[in-house]
């Protein structure tokens, strides 16, 4: 059976080495020294200002909203994880949804300024995976119109533009270390800003608003990531470059086999890319299924990311998005992950050819 | 150095026996078979209806508010922990405090009827150091004004009440995994209710309203434990017994002790009991101070559970309630956890009895 990815794991022993420094300090939540050593070891590596490391990557999310004492409409891209709706709904705001580029598969910056209306207070975009928003278009807009900008950068650890981290871009940063993810925790996530008195609020959110003991700054609940989560990002650090190389192989690697055959996202220039997902566009919804028929019928489990588009969800129910719901219906992410075999995505691009040109 | 708990941890290996499973599944996240089983040894020990675990335990109180659509006010204790009354406020609503039984620090149902209004839409209760509310009482209040009852359980693994377990009790209740606890997960928690119908919702809401891969039932965001963490909780759980044994044997050493020197909290009758913590109340907040400055020379750290009163806090500024800010003001939780000696309770006892009658 092949999936559209799988967990990379590191040696177990490796893993158990680092908790044993949690069982030694009797200490397995509440930022400890693993947590502590995570935050340092990927703010050194991509040079970024401030990180907070969270239980997953939603809680970010949230935060972050909160945090920016966002009210009323946030624009948003109907073509993300149900996620970045779903925190804007949850936190009380309204997601106002903006088409996206059929060529990159971002929120298109040309579209947004005519849905601000008043009751704008934010924009929150999705690195769509992990390929960066026009964020100097989207700042210029920001800034214009007095408006927040949190990007949802789940997809893109390790992505740089304009050779910066892209996690220093927009008022916050957020990312996932789900365990489907090229870096990850198991589950885990976290929020970046340069904005020191910005992180120290996201800080205090994230801990029950805690100053001390006795004393509270204000508002918080509980996005606190444990030790054995954080073990576990500490386990995989070592074995990041050997995993962007290979997925760089493999991602080229269909590109090379299915073009002419298929859409492939384009990926903005000046950015270090992460190879993060392979998805490809098909010409039609039929085609589309009938790929994922053939693949699965050789247990092969490629997934529709992102169908549904979010503006169609029932409770959801946004304006029609024509690119975004055109892309989700015939887009297809492809199995791509560490040890997939280079066989198997020969396989993988032999079926898809195959069946295409059998229409 | 004795503080006022310390995290109990099976032996490593037996961790990373368990751990070794998911390894092999190469499965991480996303109700892993650790997380099913741990659930399923929970529900079946504690003759459980319905179990949901969860990344933390304050995630649980929001997806309760959430999912019972509570709005308005939400009536609840002062005497908690931070999260019971920051739940409510992130989720929307507005905490009107009911003040505590001096006796028991549990909310006072005599007090609770006075403070419904129309807005009122649930009462919140905790049950303080695993002390069981006056449950009868409560669902009396409740049905009578349709109110919908959440009780915050968070130290009550283990309790039952009338033969029953705490957790049955409440639309919902919620408990708390956190490594502080008697039962721990790392960092974790979970939700209980009765109602399958309510729990097929609060599942959807802790997994993105999720209906399979392309579909979904409603709003969620994303509360899942990871099984790195049920795998805390499944070595943790074969040393429950010994761990309550112990807790109990020392809890009560405390008792003779201190007896006659400092007030204890009534427990409940009817209900079995955890020991989950040991807090005792002086007569002044001075000998209070006295009693936790000559501990702290001796590197013992009791804590203040709990210092403030949640009404007191600045963002909060809820009415005046003068019992819990009494009892809040006396009140200190001892050292009190499984490797704890004999011989320290006696010291920390002799200490306290010293100090006491120095005065």
Not at 46 to 53: E, K, P, Q, V
Not at 215 to 224: E, P, R, S, V, Y
Not at 250 to 267: A, D, H, P, T, W
Request: charged content about 20%; proline content about 4%; hydrophobic content about 40%.
């Amino acid at each position: 059976m092949i999936n559209v990815t799988q967990t990379f794991l590191p040696p177990i022993e490796e893993y158990n080495a680092i908790l044993k420094r949690a069982w030694e300090k009797k200490w397995l939540t509440n930022r400890g020294e693993l947590v502590l050593e995570l935050e340092d070891k990927i703010k050194n590596k991509y040079h970024i200002s401030n990180i907070l490391a969270t239980t997953n990557g939603t809680l970010p999310l949230q935060i972050a909203i909160k945090c920016l004492e966002l009210k009323g409409e946030i624009i948003t891209t109907p073509f993300s994880y149900i996620a970045t709706t779903s925190s804007i709904i949850w936190e009380g705001c309204h997601p106002v949804f903006v088409d996206i580029d059929e060529e990159t598969f971002n929120i298109d910056p040309l579209k947004i300024e005519r849905a601000i209306t008043p009751k704008t207070s934010a924009i929150l975009a999705t690195h769509v995976f992990g390929n960066p928003c026009k964020i100097d278009a989207i700042a210029k807009i920001a800034k214009k119109h007095n408006l927040k900008v949190i990007y949802d950068a789940a997809h893109s650890f390790g992505v740089s533009y304009n050779n910066q981290s892209i996690f220093e871009y927009g008022d916050v940063s957020t990312c996932s270390f789900h365990a489907t993810k090229i870096f990850h925790t198991g589950e885990g996530g976290a929020l970046f800003t340069k904005d020191k008195e910005l992180y120290n609020k996201l800080y205090y959110h994230h801990n029950f608003g805690h100053k001390g003991a006795l004393d509270f700054h204000g508002l918080g609940i509980n996005a606190k990531i444990s030790e054995l989560q954080a073990a576990m990002g500490l386990a995989v650090f070592p074995y990041l470059e050997a995993i962007f190389e290979r997925r760089e192989s493999l991602y080229k690697r269909y590109q090379k086999e299915l073009k002419g055959s298929v859409q492939f996202q384009k990926i903005e220039s000046n950015c270090d890319y992460n190879y993060s997902y392979i998805p490809v566009v098909f010409k039609t919804e039929k085609q589309l299924q009938d790929v994922v028929n053939l693949l699965n019928n050789n247990h092969i489990y490629p997934r529709q990311y992102f169908n549904p588009s979010l503006n169609t969800i029932a409770y959801i129910n946004g304006d029609v998005m024509p690119v975004s719901e055109s892309i989700s219906s015939r887009v297809l992410c492809l199995p791509l992950y560490f040890d997939l075999a280079e066989a198997q995505v020969l396989l993988i691009s032999n079926l898809i050819r195959n069946c295409i040109s059998n229409e």
